[in-house]
């Protein structure tokens, strides 16, 4: 048979939606993290806190109604961290300041026993996202197919934002709701209805910086193990220098609205991104001390998805 009407031709089916593209990355990243004992056992702890945290609103809501429990109160606040204005603010006015210990307490989940989860939780799941595609070359049957670079980077981003979000965000309404549910009225809703709002609020900052700085050390490297080591080793060292050089210039640090502040902020991301959440939970009242924490966060941002963008078109340059 002789061959002719060589060429391409259009396919009679009609493509397919874009919204199944990254999800399908996701669907694949989200399967791969889940079969991690550690992530799931990590998952499990995520809200043990969340339950002793609200146990302790129902206490404090507690000893609004029974003067005689109120110092009791107090005690178990005044173990925690960087509490003092709290507890001031308790002793001057326990009815107006409900909003203030609710907001610290939310606050104290995010910073202390979420934040150390945030930086194993991430640990585990971004680094062999990237770091596996570009060593095995997977991204280049993924973008043989009708799939771009924002298409790939949504995909893998949801995958570590849906985790950071069952470890965090998802705990923290249920604390509300726990707290609310255990209060003795429904009167607290009137003041703390804005607490939901800030909390999602809370978890874009923490969530949107973190995994454009985890998945652009994942995209550098074809080594998951060594994209890890960086990971940790940017938040331990930021921590631990912020605290040497804070204890070595204690006596110009000062206390503020929510608690210690130290001008050595900036070295430390964990310090800067409580500094952050404090402000947008209300208990950092003065923008001045949180202007500078944001600018550090949007360029860590910024740049972090320039260099994830441009590390992974660069095998498709050549």
């Known amino acids: 048979m002789p061959i002719h009407d060589l060429g391409y ?42 339950v002793g945290l609200g146990l302790l609103l129902f206490f404090y809501e507690f000893s609004l109604t029974q ?3 109120e110092m009791g109160a107090q005690i ?7 509490s003092e204005p709290v507890v001031a603010s308790m002793v001057e006015n326990p ?3 409900r909003r203030e210990v609710w907001a610290y307490l939310l606050l ?19 680094p062999p996202l990237i770091a596996r595609d570009m060593q095995s070359r997977a ?23 849906t985790y950071l979000a069952l470890i965090t965000t998802v705990p923290a309404l249920a604390l509300y ?39 652009c050390f994942s995209s550098l490297t074809k080594e998951s193990r060594f994209a890890g080591f960086a990971w940790v080793a940017v938040w331990a060292l930021g921590w631990a220098a912020y605290a040497n050089l804070t204890a070595l210039d204690l006596h110009e640090s000062r206390w503020s609205q929510s608690g210690f502040e130290s001008r050595w902020t900036l070295i430390s991301l964990y310090h800067s991104l409580g500094r952050v959440q404090a402000w947008v939970f209300g208990l950092e009242r003065d923008f001045a001390h949180v202007q500078a924490p ?25």
Not at 76 to 82: A, K, S
Not at 178 to 206: E, K, N, Q
């Open 177 to 215: 709701v726990l707290g609310v549910f255990l209060s003795p009225d429904f009167s607290v809703v009137g003041y703390t209805w804005d607490l939901p709002f800030r909390i999602l609020g809370a978890s874009i900052w923490l969530i949107v910086p973190t995994t454009a700085m985890a998945l």
């Open 294 to 318: 944001i600018a550090l966060l949007s360029i860590l941002t910024c740049v972090s998805l320039a260099v994830l963008l441009r590390r992974i078109s660069a095998p498709l340059r050549v």
């Open 108 to 126: 104290t989940l995010f910073r202390y026993p979420q934040g150390l989860l945030m930086v194993l939780v991430v640990a585990l799941v971004a």
């Open 9 to 50: 031709r259009a396919l009679p089916e009609q493509r397919g939606r874009r919204v199944p593209r990254w999800w399908v990355i996701a669907q694949t990243g989200l399967q791969l993290s889940w079969k991690s004992q550690w992530l799931r056992r990590m998952l499990f702890l995520a809200w043990l806190p969340a």
């Open 67 to 69: 003067p005689v429990e």
């Open 76 to 82: 178990f606040l005044r173990n925690l961290p960087d």
């Open 139 to 161: 991204f280049l049957l993924y973008f043989s197919r009708p799939l771009g670079r924002v298409d790939y980077v949504f995909g893998k981003m949801l995958v570590v934002w």
């Open 95 to 97: 009815t107006a300041s």
